[in-house]
């Protein structure tokens, strides 16, 4: 019988509005998804809570399962980055989350769309340039950006 062993950071068990990439790699090729943690209408589930739904079953909640088809077939690492932690009916903070998921999403198409192998999940999002698109916004994602653009390559 072999071990397997699943490890994950305190923080990705902590209650706060983060954005992730899960990288999925299969036979050389990449997938890529992005997503939050918080949502207005349930609260904030933690990242462990959150990828755990993508995985499963459930209709509603199975991002990950949905677009894989398999998921057991592909070597998924998720990337993320905290940015608040979760306050009870914070309106402001959870459009900010969101605006800043669109951020990355857009900023994931732009680099990664066009290279061979490499194919983003999410659907097509046109950016509002909204108070929320500010340079320390940019520069956030842009971090996590990076970092998957490492992780790849």
Not at 32 to 52: D, F, K, S
Not at 67 to 79: G, S
Not at 115 to 128: C, E, F, K, Q
Request: positive net charge.
């Amino acid at each position: 019988m072999t071990i397997h062993q699943f490890k994950f950071s305190r923080e990705a068990t902590q209650r706060w509005l983060s954005l992730y990439v899960a990288i999925c790699r299969k036979n050389g090729k990449v997938k890529l998804y992005a997503g939050q943690t918080g949502n207005p209408n349930i609260g904030c589930n933690n990242l462990v809570t959150r990828l755990g739904k993508h995985l499963g079953y459930s209709g509603t909640d199975n991002q990950l399962r949905k677009h894989l088809k398999n998921p057991e077939q592909w070597d998924i690492t998720v990337a993320y980055q905290q940015w608040m932690k979760y306050r009870e009916c914070d309106g402001n903070q959870k459009r900010r989350i969101r605006a800043a998921e669109k951020i990355l999403i857009g900023r994931l198409q732009e680099k990664f769309e066009n290279m061979a192998g490499i194919s983003i999940l999410n659907n097509r999002v046109r950016l509002h340039k909204d108070e929320f698109y500010t340079p320390y916004n940019r520069s956030k994602v842009n971090e996590l950006v990076g970092f998957v653009e490492n992780e790849i390559a």
